[in-house]
Antibody, heavy 127, light 106 residues
Framework: QVRLQESGPGLVKPSQTLSLTCTVSGGSISSGSYYWSWIRQPAGKGLEWIGRIYTTGSTNYNPSLKSRVTISIDTSKNQFSLKLSSVTATDMAVYYC???????????????????WGQGTLVTVSS | EIVLTQSPATLSLSPGERATLSCRASQSVSRYLAWYQQKPGQAPRLLIYDASNRATGIPARFSGRGSGTDFTLTISSLEPEDFAVYYCQHRSNWPTFGQGTRLEIK
């Protein structure tokens, strides 16, 4: 059974870079054709997809965050990571990593659904 | 961008009752819609995928139906552990979620 676990600082100063890592256990991050994703949820609000990465390193980001987001993957450690630069109070949220089930036609791939999810980690932005 | 609108925002029911939650898409998503359950302090859990397929381990009291722009999630007889927030999400290169329906105990 694949499990995901987020880790990283819970407090980030305004204008700095948020960095989180998701460790995958119970299976190889390279097996299967999955899109490893980051999703966030501000307190009391809904879910926002941040971006995804494939084992090849191919990425796709939410257009609203694209200029500030970098997602990377380390298959040797069975991990993928999120960096979000120039954070502000609006970036305060619980950050989840999740495995995305893909649907691909030709060179184009979509995400069908997310399963499983990590338990989430709260990131506070404050000086 | 496809917008998913869930209704009602809050649904107040008693254990044993039937719950019907709605998700409407701003344009057709065919049958490519998923439903999630989120309890306080927990991550979302996949319930339904491709509109009507239950995910592994999901009880039979949960069912989904719909296609095109209108979808429903039905819980046939509410158990105490079913009171939570439910989200829908569509297949996309840029996945988005509905704003959620809170199912609360009446």
């Amino acid at each position: 059974q694949v499990r995901l676990q987020e880790s990283g600082p819970g407090l980030v100063k305004p204008s700095q870079t948020l960095s989180l890592t998701c460790t995958v256990s119970g299976g190889s991050i390279s097996s299967g054709s999955y899109y490893w994703s980051w999703i966030r949820q501000p307190a009391g609000k809904g879910l926002e997809w941040i971006g995804r990465i494939y084992t090849t390193g191919s990425t796709n980001y939410n257009p609203s965050l694209k200029s500030r987001v970098t997602i990377s993957i380390d298959t040797s450690k069975n991990q993928f990571s999120l960096k979000l630069s120039s954070v502000t109070a609006t970036d305060m949220a619980v950050y989840y990593c999740a495995r995305g089930n893909p649907y691909c036609t030709g060179s184009s791939c979509l995400i069908n659904w997310f399963d499983p999810w990590g338990q989430g980690t709260l990131v506070t932005v404050s000086s | 961008e496809i917008v998913l609108t869930q209704s009602p925002a809050t649904l107040s029911l008693s254990p044993g009752e039937r719950a019907t939650l709605s998700c409407r898409a701003s344009q057709s998503v065919s049958r490519y819609l998923a439903w999630y359950q989120q309890k306080p302090g927990q991550a979302p859990r996949l319930l339904i995928y491709d509109a009507s397929n239950r995910a592994t381990g999901i009880p039979a009291r949960f069912s989904g139906r719909g296609s095109g722009t209108d979808f429903t999630l039905t819980i046939s007889s509410l158990e105490p552990e079913d009171f939570a927030v439910y989200y829908c999400q569509h297949r996309s290169n840029w996945p988005t979620f509905g704003q959620g329906t809170r199912l609360e105990i009446k």
